[in-house]
């Protein structure tokens, strides 16, 4: 038949679109899986605690400045009142905070997501409260403050399991709420107004045994801030506007210390002015990323290895495995002179497709290294046997199994990197063609050609 090449070629085609679909489906399954993770994360987060960010402590006090001013002439002469309210704010001039955060592990069926119970000692030192003396900006006008509050503010209140606080030695009861309305969450203790304008040293204590989800993040809100923190998880995620001074991580645990000082942050400048705090989902990335908020520095208690991360980056390389097995499959039927008819080509693809599918459903219930391993081993098992027949003979099979082996292995070296993977690939991509093309270099592809097409 003169066209059964044309014939074959089209037919290819056709396997290889059918192909594409299939992987097309299985990434959509990918990608479902992922949602229903992030389903359980949100579930755990209003079930428990969200992540949370420490600002505090902070003592602030709420003033309302009145003046009368005179409206209208002769005997419809009056005053008008007009008010302006504020609040002062003091921030301390030393910040210390000492934590360590004990992970418990919560799960909403098979999806498990990474809570943490952190008990953090944080203290505090002004060396004087004068920016709490209120200045007048009218004149002959009436000012009135209300007492002085100690705050302690985070993302989400329903964290806070107990808190405790002692100023110059004496305990202070914390109640809920701020009385800050840009950070209204977390707690506070009214001071007496004596503190107002006081001119020697004040210190506090805070005790805080605080929950949250994934994500832990500090504001510098001290003249010099030094922050402590301690945990059992090995895979810490460094983020936010600075990096840790000192860091140690081992198979233990880290721990990593922050040493700031306000000629290297604005957030003083910012909280004095009440701007929202960057969080975990706002964090700056870059000069001008993010503009309006206050600096944070932050740890994510995030597993590395995000199963449907690693398979959803497997399968966009699931196109180059069929080609590349294709390829293979190619060479030996026109090296071989043997018939391989499209169906089995399709059989092929699909085994090769399944790979993916097993991936992701494995990697739910094992560890994600062992359930490649699994699923790889499966199929090149089946790809050996089937190649055995389809290639007419054990020691045409066994070669073709042992490169799809080294595609599965290369497919994993390139998911374990993050820096090299595109050279690595491309390393590997240059290998194959340069194989392939060594391979065949005195075919003669005319007279092979002819040949198919009389048969």
């Not at 004087?128 to 009436?142: F, G, I, V, W």
């Not at 645990?253 to 942050?265: I, K, N, Q, V, Y």
Request: charged share 15%; with cysteine; net charge positive.
């Amino acid at each position: 038949m003169k066209n059964a090449v044309l014939f074959k070629l089209l037919s290819l085609v056709g396997v290889v679109v059918m192909l594409v679909f299939g992987l097309g489906l299985i990434s959509e399954v990918v990608r479902d899986r992922q949602h229903y993770r992030d389903e359980a994360t949100r579930s755990v987060t209003q079930s428990l605690a969200g992540s949370q960010t420490l600002l505090g402590p902070i003592i602030h006090s709420a003033c309302v400045e009145t003046w009368d001013v005179p409206t209208g002439t002769g005997a419809e002469r009056a005053l008008v009142e007009q008010r302006r309210e504020f609040i002062l704010t003091a921030l301390p001039d030393s910040l210390d905070v000492q934590g360590n955060a004990a992970m418990q592990e919560r799960a909403r069926g098979l999806h498990k997501v990474n809570t943490y119970a952190l008990n953090a000692k944080l203290s505090a030192r002004w060396s004087n409260l004068e920016s709490l003396k209120p200045s007048a900006t009218q004149k002959n006008s009436r000012m009135n403050c209300g007492a002085p509050i100690v705050m302690l503010a985070v993302d989400d209140a329903r964290g806070i399991r107990t808190a405790s606080a002692v100023l110059d030695g004496q305990s202070y009861k914390l109640k809920p709420g701020t009385f800050y309305p840009a950070y209204a969450k977390g707690v506070h203790a009214a001071l007496p107004d004596a503190l107002r304008g006081r001119t020697d040293e004040l210190t506090a204590n805070f005790e805080l045994e605080l929950l949250g989800t994934e994500r832990l993040s500090i504001v510098p809100a001290g003249g010099n801030t030094v922050v402590q923190l301690k945990s059992p998880w090995p895979h810490p995620s460094f983020g936010g506007r600075f990096l840790p001074a000192e860091r140690t991580v081992t198979e233990q645990g880290f721990d990593a210390r922050w040493r700031l000082s306000a000629l290297a942050s604005t957030a003083q400048a910012d909280l004095g002015q009440g701007k929202p705090v960057c969080g975990a989902e706002s964090e700056p990335t870059g000069p001008g990323a993010v503009k309006g908020c206050v600096d944070t520095f932050s740890v994510g208690f995030i597993d590395p290895v995000n199963a449907y991360s690693l398979s959803d980056r497997a399968t966009k390389y699931g196109l180059l495995f069929v080609a590349l097995t294709f390829v293979a499959v190619g060479l030996f039927e026109f090296m071989k002179r043997l018939r391989v008819h499209p169906v089995q080509y399709l059989l092929v693809g699909s085994a090769l497709c399944i790979f993916f599918l097993l991936l992701v459903s494995l990697s739910e219930h094992l560890p994600f290294n062992l359930s490649y391993a699994v699923a790889a081993s499966a199929c090149v098992l089946l790809l050996t046997y089937y190649a055995s027949h389809m290639l007419q003979g054990i020691w045409r099979g066994l070669p073709f199994g042992l490169g799809i082996g080294l595609l599965y292995g290369l497919l994993f070296t390139l998911l374990q990197l993050e820096q090299t993977a595109l050279v690595v690939g491309a390393i590997a991509l240059f290998v194959v063609l340069a194989v392939v093309m060594v391979l065949t270099r005195k075919v003669d592809w005319y007279g092979r050609l002819a040949l198919k097409a009389e048969a």
